[in-house]
């Protein structure tokens, strides 16, 4: 048997997640095949085709997959589906919008963001915001899941695959793209990035948000994050939202400024290897999962520690 | 147009949970009990969209016990104009939910299905995917703006990086996240309004619907705490400490 991964990309470059999502594959001693969906795809195959411990890449290339939308890549999923054994992604909000109607369509369970694989089809898997950890097993023949990918080390490259095309069924036709809205920043990719500075609803208005945190993150090269609460008023946009409903982050570094700390967002937060928070409340819940904690005006303590690194 | 809303109950969301002693699930006995954060937003596009004009017929669906009951009480004092339950005794999972919910798509012949994006007790993130494949309806998932325009409806989604928007052909399941709305409060008298209001109840094992659970719960453990964090008295400190990490440079 072999394992299928989905392998996601901006039309340009991989996902560096796909790269943890593919030592996550590992784990079942069989060959992994990556699926690269798309239009114009020879150059993402190429890439995918030089991620070291895969067999075989699968590009399934059409015009109307520059956009692919998830129904169109779940009937794709199903095509090919029944020759593995495991099919997986890396967690994402693509990969979520897809598994979730391949595994109904294979009428097989999913398990999402597993943070460990082991033998016998068994996994943990967090629950209520990470304050639980579930031991499920699956009982299904075809294994369904995404990864928690910074639980994983990233592939390496090196590897010399053979790329394969397979012919895509027609259009679902039922949903059309429009457009997509994506705020480019000089700055490191949230979910990727070595050092996370974060904002809360305490930094007061979008204004000062940028201007308080701005020249911290630009200085440590640091991507911004931001709670719920920062976005839902307005103060920074909604895909830098680091929790349980955004994105989760692992860096080495993470600066919590402002920040309550409500599980909603730790969950988001906690795998961090180094936590600092400054907040001025000394009883907010950040300082439980801090490592660092400063209790001090931001607006006083943040930009004498921007002029204190060098 | 008719809308088709599912609720979940879960724990509320302000509540921690806390483990049985033999670690063989959550203990909830006891606990405060609610709608679903994301599926309260799902209620409330349900019912502005009637308030618009657009729909004429909001359903409110939750599958469990009939302690469920009160989750859809609240869904009808908030506006639903009637309930159905589903009455279950197996612990559900997104695939089972997705079924039995097909079944009630197929009696009630909704144009949109409305559901929140996840649930926040086992935060799969499934059902309304699931659904949509199954019933062979296109999906806009994550979704934090919704316009209904004839046969169509455009939604803008949340995704990593930004936001995309898609035109979707009704009938259509949607999954709510949080920014599409914020869920009105619900007034005693309505409360006590809803109490009129038709639940109608139907029985999961009646449905012929395979609802058996594919993944079964070993263990439930709580994740290892973060050893506890050293206070320090200033900018300075907090440098002078953080320097001293390999692998930091600041």
């Keep these: 048997m072999k394992t299928l991964v989905l392998a996601e990309h901006d039309g340009k470059q991989l996902s560096p997640a796909l790269f943890q999502a593919v030592t996550a594959a590992q784990f079942w001693n069989s060959p992994v095949d990556l699926l690269v969906v798309g239009s114009n795809t020879s150059e993402i195959a190429q890439q995918a085709a030089a991620i070291s411990g895969v067999a075989r890449v699968i590009q399934a290339d059409a015009v109307h997959l520059a956009h692919p939308l998830a129904e169109d890549v779940a009937n794709l999923i199903f095509e090919i589906g ?19 109607r391949a595994a109904a369509l294979l009428d097989v369970a999913m398990i999402s963001d597993a943070l460990s694989i082991h033998n016998d089809n068994t996994y943990v898997r967090s629950g209520y915001a990470g304050n639980i950890l579930n031991t499920i097993h699956s009982t299904d023949a075809i294994q369904v899941l995404t990864v928690h ?5 990233a592939a ?9 095309s397979i012919k895509v069924p027609a259009a679902f036709g039922k949903t059309r793209w429009l457009a997509e809205k994506h705020n480019h920043s000089d700055r490191p ?8 500075v974060s904002g809360g609803r305490s930094l007061g208005s979008a204004e000062k948000f940028e201007q308080i945190l701005s020249p911290l993150a630009a200085k440590l090269g ?23 409903t955004g994105v989760v982050v692992a860096p080495d570094l993470y600066i919590a400024i402002g920040v309550s700390g409500a599980v909603q967002h730790t969950y988001g937060m906690k795998d961090s290897k180094i936590v600092v928070a400054i907040n001025q409340d000394p009883d907010a819940p950040i300082f439980q999962v801090a490592d660092y ?18 | 147009m008719k809308i088709l809303v599912a609720v979940k109950r879960v724990v509320d969301y302000n509540i921690k949970v806390r483990i049985k002693p033999d670690g063989s699930d959550v203990d909830i006995h006891g606990v405060k009990m609610g709608v679903n954060p994301f599926d309260e937003n799902a209620i409330e596009e349900a019912l502005r969209l009637k308030e618009q004009g657009k729909a004429t017929e909001v359903v409110a669906v939750s599958l469990g016990t009939t302690a469920n009951q009160d989750v859809l009480r609240h869904a ?5 104009d009637r309930a159905i339950l589903i009455e279950s005794h197996v612990k559900l999972q997104p695939l089972g939910v997705a079924k039995l919910l097909k079944t009630v798509v197929e009696r009630e012949q909704p144009d949109i299905i409305l559901l929140g994006k996840q649930a926040i007790d086992d935060d799969s993130g499934q059902t309304g995917q699931m659904l949509a494949a199954l019933l062979g309806y296109p999906q806009g998932t994550f979704v934090s703006a919704l316009n209904v325009e004839g046969n169509e409806v455009t939604v803008t989604r949340e995704v990593d990086g930004g936001t995309e928007d898609i035109a979707i052909t009704l009938p259509a399941v949607i999954t709510a996240d949080l920014r599409l709305n914020a869920p009105r409060f619900v007034k005693l008298p309505n409360l006590m309004m809803a109490r009129k209001k038709p639940i109608e109840t139907l029985h999961a094992p009646e449905m012929g619907v395979d609802v058996k659970p594919r993944l079964k719960l070993l263990q439930v453990t709580e994740p290892a705490a973060r050893k506890p964090g050293i206070k320090v008295d200033s900018v300075e400190e907090l440098l002078s400490k953080l320097r001293t990490i390999e692998g930091i440079q600041l």
Excluded: W
């Design chain 1, 82 to 100: 029944r020759e593995y054994q495991v099919i997986l992604a890396a967690h994402s909000s693509f990969s979520r919008n897809i598994l979730p």
């Design chain 1, 149 to 153: 990918s910074s639980n994983f080390a």
């Design chain 1, 156 to 164: 390496s490259l090196g590897g010399s695959a053979e790329v394969v």
């Design chain 1, 189 to 196: 990719a949230l979910s990727s990035a070595k050092i996370v």
């Design chain 1, 222 to 244: 640091a991507a911004l994050g931001a709670t719920r609460a920062a976005v839902d008023a307005g103060y920074a946009p909604n895909e830098i939202q680091v929790g349980q």
């Design chain 1, 293 to 310: 904690c400063l209790v001090a005006d931001l607006f006083e303590a943040v930009p004498t520690l921007t002029a204190a690194i060098h």
């Design chain 2, 76 to 80: 009808l004092a908030m506006g639903a």
